[in-house]
């Protein structure tokens, strides 16, 4: 086996089966990468200087072939009514086969750390088939100072074979694709799709596992941090303005989705940003524009037009087109990806029923409830078949990543609240005036003023009403901030119908809600809305 760019002996790569292998690129810098992709004829360079691949039939994740060894440590441990278990002996079998299918190919290896705390870091070791891909994980994952690589030990290990196809019958999995965690040995496979982001989430999926039982919160979330120290998280589903409205010029940005909350404060588990790009803008989002520029980034079946110019209005590919940078591509981004236990935590929803105010203040119970609930809405034209607002309720902001049960992270989260005095509001980026259709998108420009409001303490000093519908405490007026939108109802021109829409929502709630009730406490049980009808 002939080893390139080598520290360590090919012995280490031996050790996990892929001593067959007919050479391994071992760490490589981008420049290098882009030429082995480019030479490959895995990927192209843009008019700029970026990287663009194309991952052909799976253009995001796929969570029905995600699976998790079911053996004596994880049986009692894993949330099985969310992830599919796969038998060690199945396990045992698809890594004898890909491992196989390793031999004599050439091999793209990254040595990298999850969680930027040294204390719960997790280091993992990549092995790839595309020379793209280990561009992509090293822009994503904090790169080790060099001095550190001779001694790198390896906790995680991840092989991804985007050519091996899956046999059903033979590997236990449900198709030609498959994604497989063997939690208690730190390997994961994954064959039979080229999307980059299944590696990303697999180390967030193990981190998820690994860190509750240290007491160190695992949260699918941005955050960033103020002159001052006060840092703070935002929660949110996909289309909320999670990456968004955590992008603020006058703070600093810590990351845009994976973190940790330990003893020490807050941390990134990222070294990079994995950021959507249909329809991106340089006036709307500057920073993230600003990275598709430039040399090292990745842009992930992204069109590009004659010229080699990115076209981001074109999902003619997919709605879900990406680009992939370090974190040091955004200017005002931390250097250490730390900060200290967070003042506020904000989580996003946007409700396209047009029910919820733009903001309002959470109890620590209420928080749980709705850290529990991770409400938001598809809207229509968002997915085939989405004719009308549709809810959507993803526990923890995040049930596909979650191996625990989401009560485990749920109490946690209440604990760390409480301790820390942390003031949490839930902000509604949704519809206000009406349901999707008829309303119209709530004023970016009126989140922004309210967020920094919450993020000053200027809107703990309001005067505050209690939501008829939810319970929880909304501002009766707010400096800056049109008052009409504080009040939902007020806002339809009928009364009635908000009454409607508000009935069906919390019952959605409540319906939702039900599979959580024996595992929480009665003052989380009390948190929930109830349904009661504003008089006319």
């Not at 001095?147 to 449900?174: E, M, Q, V, W, Y």
């Not at 080699?308 to 955004?330: K, Q, V, W």
Request: proline share 6%; glycine share 10%; charged share 20%.
């Amino acid at each position: 086996m002939e080893m390139f760019g080598v520290h360590n002996p090919a012995t280490e790569l031996a050790m996990v089966g892929l001593g067959g292998a007919a050479s391994v690129r071992y760490n490589f810098s981008a420049a290098a990468l882009y030429e082995e992709a480019i030479r490959r004829g895995e990927a192209e360079l843009t008019a700029q200087g970026a990287l663009r691949a194309i991952t052909g039939q799976h253009t995001g994740r796929s969570p029905r072939d995600k699976f998790v060894v079911r053996d004596s440590n994880t049986d009692g441990e894993i949330w099985w009514d969310n992830n599919k278990p796969l038998s060690p002996e199945h396990f045992a079998l698809l890594r004898e086969d890909m491992l196989a299918h390793a031999a004599g190919k050439d091999l793209f290896v990254q040595d990298l750390v999850g969680g930027a705390e040294e204390g719960h870091a997790l280091p993992t070791r990549v092995v790839t088939e595309f020379a793209w891909h280990s561009l992509f994980i090293r822009n994503l994952l904090i790169r080790p100072d060099a001095a550190a690589l001779p001694s790198f030990a390896p906790k995680l290990t991840i092989i991804d074979l985007p050519s091996f196809k899956a046999d059903p019958a033979r590997h236990g999995c449900r198709s030609e694709t498959v994604i497989a965690c063997d939690l208690t040995n730190g390997l994961v496979l994954i064959g039979g799709t080229s999307y980059a982001g299944e590696m990303k989430k697999s180390v967030f999926t193990v981190l998820n596992y690994l860190l509750p039982a240290k007491g160190v919160m695992p949260m699918h979330c941005s955050a960033n941090v103020g002159p001052d120290g006060d840092a703070a998280v935002f929660f949110g589903l996909s289309g909320t303005g999670k990456t968004t409205l955590s992008a603020d010029p006058a703070r600093t940005l810590i990351g845009d989705d994976e973190h940790g909350w330990s003893e020490n404060g807050i941390f990134n588990f990222e070294g990079g940003c994995y950021a959507k790009t249909i329809r991106l803008s340089a006036e709307a989002e500057p920073e993230i524009y600003a990275t598709t520029q430039r040399f090292g980034t990745v842009l992930e079946n992204v069109v590009l037009n004659e010229g080699r110019e990115p076209d981001f209005n074109d999902g003619s590919l997919t709605e879900n087109t990406r680009c992939a940078y370090p974190m040091d591509f955004i200017p005002n981004a931390s250097e250490t990806g730390r900060a200290g236990h967070p003042k506020t935590i904000i989580m996003l929803t946007a409700d396209a029923f047009g029910v919820m105010p733009p903001i309002a203040r959470l109890t620590p119970d209420q928080a749980m409830y709705h850290f529990l609930s991770g409400y938001t809405a598809k809207v229509a034209g968002t997915e085939k078949g989405v004719v009308e607002p549709e809810a959507t309720f993803s526990t923890c902001f995040g049930a596909p990543f979650m191996p625990r049960h989401p009560a485990e992270y749920g109490n946690l989260l209440k604990e760390l609240i409480g301790r820390h005095g942390v003031q949490c509001w839930l902000v509604n980026t949704g519809w206000t005036g009406g349901a999707y259709g008829t309303g119209k998108r709530m004023p970016i420009k009126a989140t922004r003023a309210l967020l920094a409001a919450a993020l000053t303490g200027e809107l703990g000093q309001v005067e505050f009403r209690a939501d008829t519908n939810f319970g929880f405490a909304v501002p009766v007026s707010v400096n800056g901030v049109d008052g009409s939108i504080l009040d939902p109802r007020s806002t339809w021109a009928d009364k009635l119908a908000y009454d409607v829409q508000a009935e069906k929502l919390v019952s959605m709630f409540i319906a939702n809600f039900a599979k959580f009730e024996g595992h929480v406490d009665g003052g989380v049980r009390d948190a929930a809305p109830g349904v009661k009808v504003a008089a006319e």
